[in-house]
């Protein structure tokens, strides 16, 4: 197990367009978290799951951003009309209940 | 509201000198806290919290409540302590947690 992996690790698009991100979190973690970084500041929560269910959502998750973890393993977070204040750092992180999570090395995107 | 404030960007020091990189936060509750380091090009990764009251790679933290901090020492920096630290609270049945804006700590040779 290489730890949390994360896919692309970089992402470029056009404004308007729909991308999606992959998130493969630590074999045994029931927990999947996504966070957003943005230059100079630390990471934003934005969505957690245990197992397949979404527990938690962000108010920074708007409507344009969906994210499923199908089977309580792989998670996917799609951003729908990308937006030029959608270029950041989004952030995965694993964990086996409340223990230490453990994060991935994220996906760069730019819009442009 | 939960929040957590790095009030120094950067903290430059010489090899050898003591750190403290500052940390304070406001919660409500019993807020469970934490510092996070990224090496560059390396992911984010836990460095200590304040629960298991370890010491980790010669740095420790301790939770003052009264001041509602969580500083992080080390009494002599080495160079490969150089990176950015983020400190770092969770209050919730989730585990989500809350980040400050990180301070870049260079060690100068």
């Known amino acids: 197990d290489t730890g949390v992996s994360q896919d692309p690790r970089h992402k470029i698009t056009k404004r308007g367009q729909n991308v999606t991100f992959r998130c493969d979190p630590i074999?045994?973690?029931?927990?999947l978290y996504w966070y957003r970084q943005t230059l100079g500041q630390g990471p934003e929560f934005l969505t957690y799951?245990?197992?397949?269910?979404?527990?938690?959502k962000s108010r920074l998750l708007s409507d344009r951003f969906s994210a499923e973890r199908p089977k309580g393993s792989f998670s996917t977070l799609e951003i729908q009309r990308t937006e030029q204040g959608d270029s950041a750092m989004y952030l995965c992180?694993?964990?086996?209940?409340?223990?230490?999570?453990?994060f991935g090395q994220g996906t760069r995107l730019t819009v442009v | 509201a939960q929040r957590v404030t790095q009030p120094e960007k950067l903290l430059s020091v010489f090899k050898g000198a003591p750190v403290e990189l500052k940390c304070n936060y406001s919660?409500?509750?019993?807020?469970?806290l934490f510092w996070y380091v990224q090496y560059s090009r390396q992911r984010l990764q836990l460095l200590l919290r304040?629960?298991s009251r370890e010491s980790i790679k010669g740095f420790t933290a301790d939770l003052n409540k009264g001041e509602t901090s969580f500083h992080l020492k080390k009494p002599f920096a080495q160079e490969e302590d150089s990176a950015m630290y983020y400190c770092?609270?969770?209050?919730?049945?989730?585990?989500?947690?809350?980040f400050g804006g990180g301070t870049r700590l260079m060690v100068k040779p």
């Open positions: 074999s045994e973690h029931n927990r």
């Open positions: 770092a609270l969770t209050g919730n049945a989730g585990n989500m947690l809350t």
């Open positions: 304040h629960i």
């Open positions: 992180a694993s964990s086996f209940a409340n223990t230490e999570a453990f």
């Open positions: 919660y409500s509750g019993s807020p469970e």
């Open positions: 799951f245990q197992n397949e269910a979404q527990l938690e």
